[in-house]
Structure formats: structure tokens, C-alpha cells
């Protein structure tokens, strides 16, 4: 995993100040997207300019593996879609950390797990399945 940023238990990072102090892009862990896994689409994502509450969905992804949704770990707004994940979502599963989904302007302390405690959390879970049921 990545140190450089958060992680939430639904298998997603946030990185804080990036690109600016005070905004933080998020994407998918590699437990949720291992390398090289198709990825058939992203969608659901809100428009730049919209306010999201804590819970709501954020966006959904689709694997091979299956079906990923992301939920704001926090109140904030939408500053900016990536494009490049719309137009080929499988660059997600070729570089999971080094590709966002969204950028949000975030709070200033959100709750959520440091590289440590996420790498904690993993290890309490069973492996992770590389192929659908009856694929393989």
C-alpha cells in the first residue's frame, strides 16, 4: 500500500493536499482493483460543483472481480472528475495508487485509517478473490 496517504475500510484512498492544501483526490486500494483486473466501467459520479453528504455515494466501479461503490467518508465538495478514468477505466487496474477517481475539497481532519491501521485491517481479511465464481 501506498504511505504517502489514507485509506478507508471500504478499500479506497484518500490523498490529503493534493493538488492543492486543503482538497485530496481519492481512488481504489489495490485489494479492491489488483493489477491488471479488468475494469468495465466507472460511473455515478457527481458533477464538479456538488456539495455531498457523508455516506452518499460518490461513485461505482465495475471489475471483473465485481462491483465496487465508494461512499464520501466525509461532508465535502466535488472540485473535479478525471476524465481519463471515463474514458479508459482500465487505467484504474493497471495503477491503482497512482490513479484518481475524484478530487474533494475535504475537512481537516477526517476519520480515517492511516497506512498502518489499513495494512492492520487487511491482514484480518480473508485473501482477496483473483477470479469471479467459476472463473478461472
Not at 461512499?71 to 478514468?85: I, K, T, Y
Amino acid at each position: 500500500i501506498a504511505a504517502d496517504r489514507f485509506y478507508h475500510r471500504d478499500h479506497y484512498w484518500i490523498l490529503p493536499d493534493s493538488p492543492q492544501p486543503g482538497h485530496c483526490r481519492i481512488g481504489l486500494s489495490a485489494y479492491a482493483c489488483r493489477p491488471g483486473i479488468e475494469v468495465y466501467f466507472v460511473e455515478h459520479l457527481p458533477s464538479p460543483g456538488s456539495q455531498v453528504r457523508a455516506g452518499e455515494l460518490l461513485a461505482v466501479i465495475e471489475t471483473e472481480k465485481g462491483v465496487v461503490s465508494i461512499h464520501s467518508p466525509f461532508d465535502c465538495q466535488v472540485l473535479a472528475v478525471n476524465r481519463a478514468v471515463l474514458e479508459d477505466p482500465n487505467c484504474i487496474g493497471f495503477d491503482a495508487y497512482g490513479v484518481w477517481i475524484l478530487e474533494l475539497r475535504m475537512p481537516t481532519a477526517p476519520q480515517l485509517l492511516s497506512p498502518a491501521e489499513y495494512l492492520q485491517y487487511l491482514r484480518s481479511l480473508p485473501p482477496p478473490q483473483c477470479f469471479p465464481a467459476g472463473k478461472k
